[in-house]
């Protein structure tokens, strides 16, 4: 049988889910709801969702063409060197993202280190950029990717590269054929966690790339603009982002929440 | 022809193996768990690197530690059957034949038509669509087995491919397993440590204890000539090392016993459970060895009942139903034990 939490904990529970919930009540009460779809087709607010939907999917692309061979990598590295490797990997979520821009723009900055080497030999400037959105974005959203599949590799029976081995099978052809399509599942997760994760990036996007309507302000910068002087934009931008938040929650619920609570 | 001889170590595991195969031939490797088996097997097949040796196959030099050649598993002509199947869960039965065929550059089309030829072949034709976790433990071995053999390969490694299925099953897919190697040309390396399966599926047998041989031969020559106790167990015999003086041979585990021919230094003294008498008090008469035991187990052994005692010596007696009944068998039991010394086989240690 299981025993209900006491009293005390269930109240500090119920204030808990307050405090996630009653911002959301809060902005869906103050909505415009008569005129969100208006307020959504106006001009500045399209320029800023087609900018996140193309920018977080050029992310989630790059998180993935970039992570996959990354995640290989890492799983099938031992000892500190992949403690470390792997702390490296995951600083990104626990960093404050404006770190992250800031970081970029001295890397990759007009004066930055390879920012300054790109402008001199290829003439490419990717500050304020629609790319930098990209690379700000991919930057904070790569560990989703590269962590979910660097687990599920990991917990790959290495029996299956064996027998496809003895097969005839080289190392790249066994990885395409059996062990990427065995670890497919956690992939399309960490797919759309990233590309989530991107589609909500604020700190390192503005630090990094700057404000600039229909070149590199996103949703989320969309919303933080609008805060000062068209609020009903702010909520109508908001609520849209809630939105897409709730659908990809839902799409992954067995995937992510309950298989990481299951382990 | 395979002609191996591997070192390595792994863990505790400090292999030394001299193996030699011919064509069509399969050879049992047996041995408690832990003794290097699967290892071996995954020398072979080129999983592993030996640290030295040399292993030859068909006159092909597929690893020579000493001047660094070592052909990666994905080189070599090998074909290996894994403990529980391992077929890839997201390939239907019929990719799973053909992928070795894929791999060595068959054309999809080409490679499906020749899988489907092995399946029809070990009567699995139907099963060509279905993903591998529909199938039963036997017919995914024998699927594996299918796999392993569609590229040809002239080496066939297995190992333990009945140990994951349930009695019924063994019995069934045992005697499948049999008639479909008989028909392979290939070199055939089978591990086991079920007896049934090394003296139905080999043709020889290589025992492998703590990484070394230590028996070789037909099961038959093993049966009537057990050196280990491992093997004595393995094939269902009492075997006792000890150093013969004339007719009374001393244990090394303690104990004497009196045996039929007189020889003089070590020697290994084996009898057949079924001529171990028991008895509820002290028997009689000469020439008999007797000591006092106590029952250890009872188990059935078909219609007869095995049962194993404590000495010294321990003994394994394997008498009727109606004598454990009218001795009181069961673990505990202090009862005599004897056996004629002409029931005593000798030999040389």
């Known amino acids: ?263 | 022809m395979l002609r191996a001889d591997v070192h390595l170590q792994r863990g505790d595991l400090d292999l030394d193996v001299a193996l030699d195969a011919r064509e069509g031939e399969t050879v049992g490797v047996v041995g408690p768990n832990g003794a290097g088996k699967t290892t071996l097997l995954r020398a072979l097949a080129g999983l592993e690197t030996p640290a030295s040796g040399r292993i030859e196959l068909d006159g092909e030099v597929l690893d020579d530690p000493a001047s660094g050649r070592h052909v990666p598993a994905e080189e070599r002509s090998v074909g290996f059957v894994f403990q529980d199947a391992v077929l890839f869960p997201h390939l239907s039965v019929l990719d799973n034949v053909a992928f070795g065929l894929r791999a060595r550059g068959y054309a999809r089309g080409d490679a499906r038509r020749e899988a489907h030829a092995w399946l029809a072949r070990l009567g699995l034709a139907d099963r060509a669509g279905d993903r591998p976790g529909a199938l039963s433990g036997g017919q995914a071995q024998r699927v594996a087995l299918a796999r392993a053999l569609a590229p040809a390969p002239r080496l066939l490694l297995l190992d333990e491919p009945l140990a994951s299925l349930d009695a019924a099953n063994q019995v069934e897919v045992r005697t499948a397993l049999a008639s479909d190697l008989s028909e392979v040309a290939a070199v055939r390396v089978l591990v086991t440590h079920d007896p049934v399966d090394a003296a139905v599926l080999a043709d020889r047998l290589v025992v492998l204890e703590g990484g070394r041989v230590t028996q070789s031969g037909s099961p038959a020559d093993l049966a009537a000539r057990p050196r280990t106790s491992y093997v004595a167990q393995l094939v269902g015999v009492n075997l006792w090392r000890g150093a013969a003086d004339g007719t009374a041979v001393h244990l090394s585990g303690g104990g004497v016993l009196v045996v039929a021919e007189p020889r003089v230094g070590p020697v290994l003294v084996t009898v057949r459970p079924q001529a171990v008498a028991l008895h509820r008090a002290r028997p009689e008469g000469s020439p008999r060895n007797t000591w006092a035991g106590v029952v250890e187990t009872v188990e059935p052994a078909g219609d007869r009942v095995r049962v194993r005692l404590a000495g010294p010596p321990a003994v394994v007696a394997e008498v009727t139903q109606a004598a454990v009944a009218a001795l009181g068998l069961r673990p505990g039991t202090p009862t005599w034990v004897s056996v004629k010394a002409t029931e005593l086989e000798v030999s040389p240690a």
């Open chain 1, 1 to 263: 049988m299981t025993r209900r939490p006491p009293a005390f904990v269930v109240a500090l529970g119920v204030v808990a889910a307050g405090l996630l919930v009653l911002p959301l009540v809060a902005l869906a009460q103050r909505a415009p709801w008569r005129d969100l779809g208006a307020i959504l087709a106006s001009g500045p607010v399209l320029d800023a969702l087609w900018l996140s939907l193309a920018t977080a999917t050029a992310a989630a692309a790059v998180c993935v063409v970039l992570g996959v061979p990354l995640a290989w990598v890492l799983a099938r590295m031992r000892g500190r060197g992949a403690t470390v490797a792997r702390a490296l990997v995951a600083l990104p979520m626990v960093l404050p993202p404006v770190v992250g821009g800031a970081a970029l723009l001295f890397a990759l900055g007009r004066r930055g280190v390879v920012g300054d080497w790109l402008a001199d030999q290829f003439g490419i400037v990717l500050v304020f950029s629609p790319a930098a959105v990209v690379l700000a974005q991919a930057f904070v959203a790569m560990p989703f990717l590269v962590l979910s599949v660097e687990a599920a590799l990991r917990s790959v029976d290495p029996r299956y590269e064996d027998a496809a081995a003895t097969l005839g099978a080289g190392r790249w052809v066994t990885f395409v054929r059996v062990t990427l399509p065995m670890v497919l599942p956690s992939l399309a997760t960490g797919a759309v966690l990233a590309w989530a994760r991107a589609l909500g990036e604020f700190g390192a996007t503005i630090t990094f790339a700057g404000n600039l309507r229909g070149r590199t302000q996103t949703m989320p910068l969309a919303v933080f603009l609008a805060l000062e002087h068209d609020r009903e934009a702010a909520i109508a931008l908001s609520l849209l982002l809630i939105a897409v938040a709730f659908v990809v929650l839902v799409a992954l619920r067995d995937r992510w929440l309950l298989t990481s609570g299951r382990h």
